[in-house]
């Protein structure tokens, strides 16, 4: 069912979301991306400002008196990733893609951009903010940096990803943890490299490795709470060059995620506690290179219920799904929900490729479901 009022700008909205796709930007690069967003809203009279985490916008719209004020926010980057869509209007920049739908994010928040724009009955203020840099470098942590929320403060803060599998238009979330944190733990095993034929003279660090390995196979049955949903993984073991070289050094890559902030310090110390005691059980040393990164993302009980009230009244009970579980990826807005209570909401973008494919396209079809999503909450929110 058609909202008639984004009806007439609907075509336009598709095609906007068409360009942001032909011209996908990797994060703090989102050059043109950003020159192009701007310049759509101050056309529609927005007070805009640039340059927030280098690219980022925040577009800011005051109707009446009132004090009170909500934030959006959408974000702007693409994926180093070569599209093999085939689409009229896939990539024209090789080597990168929008693979994760970030310009049907944008674009929907331009769409209630536009809504807002023809719209003179809200009291208080709308913060748009288009962030830069979800999928590498934190763009919502340094737009905060950059004072985001002490310059356009915000009473609640909202944002939509599209979700592969979950039914067009449908709307899925849940209170509390909403997605984990994810730090990554380069660990390098220093041992003595040798012969082959001569083991016994060496401190072999593939041995040290595996049983590094092994070992962290249990640091979450053993350690955590089956309640809370965590997972370790050594996603690369690098050592070696010959079948008859006992290497000096092994060099492991682990993830490590988790829902709760407190598993999440938890699984840190207890990483390099059993790599340090593995590793000196064989004569080893083991040096750790952190690159700590998003926290869990956790909705607040009340944005939820005034976000899925919004979605049962004006597009009916059924287009709402409850999220049974976490997700285990992990998205920078986290670092936007430690500052303001908010919510990260779903919708669905259909039976499409997966996220992060090199075959994926956002669905055109929830362009107006998700513009108005916010336009609504932007209403029931400032009246």
Known sequence: MRDVILSKFLPELVNIRHKLHEMPEIGLSEVKTSEFVAGLLQSWGFEVTRGLATTGIVATLKRGNSNR?????????????????????????????????????????????????????????????????????????????????????????????????????????????????????????????????????????????????????????RNVSPHQPSVVTVGSFQSGSASNIIPDTAVLEISMRATDPAVRKQLQERVEQIARFQAQSFNADVTFG????????????????????????????????????????????????????????????????GLHTTRYDFNDEILERGAMYFYHLARSALV
Not at 183 to 189: E, K, N, R, S
Not at 291 to 313: F, H, K, L, M
Not at 338 to 347: F, K, M, N, T
Request: with cysteine; glycine share 12%; aromatic share 8%.
């Open 69 to 221: 004020s909500i934030g959006f926010r959408a974000d702007m980057d693409a994926l180093p990733m070569q599209e093999e869509t085939g689409l009229a209007y896939q990539s024209q920049h090789p080597g990168a893609m929008h693979a994760c739908g970030h310009d049907g994010h944008t674009s929907m928040l331009l769409g209630a951009a536009w809504a807002l724009s023809q719209d003179a009955s809200f009291n208080g203020t709308v913060h748009l903010i288009f962030q830069p840099a979800e999928e590498n470098f934190g763009g919502g942590k340094l737009m905060i940096e950059d004072g985001l929320f002490k310059r356009f403060p915000c009473e609640r803060v909202f944002a939509l990803h599209n979700w592969p599998g979950l039914p067009a238009g449908t709307f899925s979330t849940r209170a509390g943890a909403m997605a984990a944190s994810i730090d990554v733990l380069t660990l390098t095993i220093r041992g003595k490299g040798g012969h082959g034929a001569q083991p016994e003279l060496t401190v072999d660090p593939v041995v040290v490795g595996s049983s590094v390995v092994m070992a962290l196979q249990t640091l979450v049955s």
């Open 290 to 353: 952190w690159q700590v990164g998003y926290p869990a993302t956790i909705n607040d009980a009340e944005a939820v219920a005034e976000a899925r009230a919004v979605i049962s009244e004006k597009f009916g009970e059924g287009a709402f799904v409850e999220l049974a579980q976490p997700l285990m990826g992990s998205e920078d807005f986290s670092f936007l929900l430690e500052e303001v209570p908010g919510a990260y909401v779903l919708i669905g973008n259909g039976e499409s490729s």
